[in-house]
């Protein structure tokens, strides 16, 4: 599951980029877009080195931080499309992979959470 989600991860970074580059070049536009870019990017880099983590809670730390910027690229996305940026049609299934996204990894962490305190 961890290559189907690294890869998946990847895509979305990818797919997000490109929707932020078609954002409008203006303040609120540029604003968003680096935005974007930042989270998206992020929530693939992270997951990938909650993958090769060498603890258990190195692998929750950076699984959190995954769920934070995965999270916050449906923010931007919403945002934008409440600014009327984009329409909610380039955007949905981004957006709905976004929450897909996170229900995966707050399910993971859960998990190893409760594993590690059975564990104790």
């Not at 990938?48 to 769920?67: D, E, P, Q, W």
């Not at 449906?74 to 957006?95: G, H, K, R, T, Y």
Request: aromatic share 6%; glycine share 2%.
């Amino acid at each position: 599951m961890s290559k189907e989600l690294k890869a998946r991860t990847k895509v979305f970074a990818h797919r997000c980029v490109k929707l932020a580059l078609s954002l409008p070049n203006h303040t609120l536009g540029n604003h968003i877009k680096g935005q974007l870019i930042r989270c998206s990017t992020s929530t693939a880099a992270n997951y990938r080195a909650a993958c090769v983590a060498i603890s258990t809670k190195s692998f929750v730390a950076k699984l959190s931080i995954s769920i934070e910027e995965v999270d916050e690229c449906e923010f931007w996305m919403q945002f934008a499309v409440d600014e009327s940026l984009i329409n909610l049609n380039m955007s949905e299934a981004l957006i709905k992979e976004s929450k897909e996204l996170t229900a995966i990894f707050i399910t993971s962490r859960k998990t190893v959470q409760k594993n590690m305190k059975n564990s104790e």
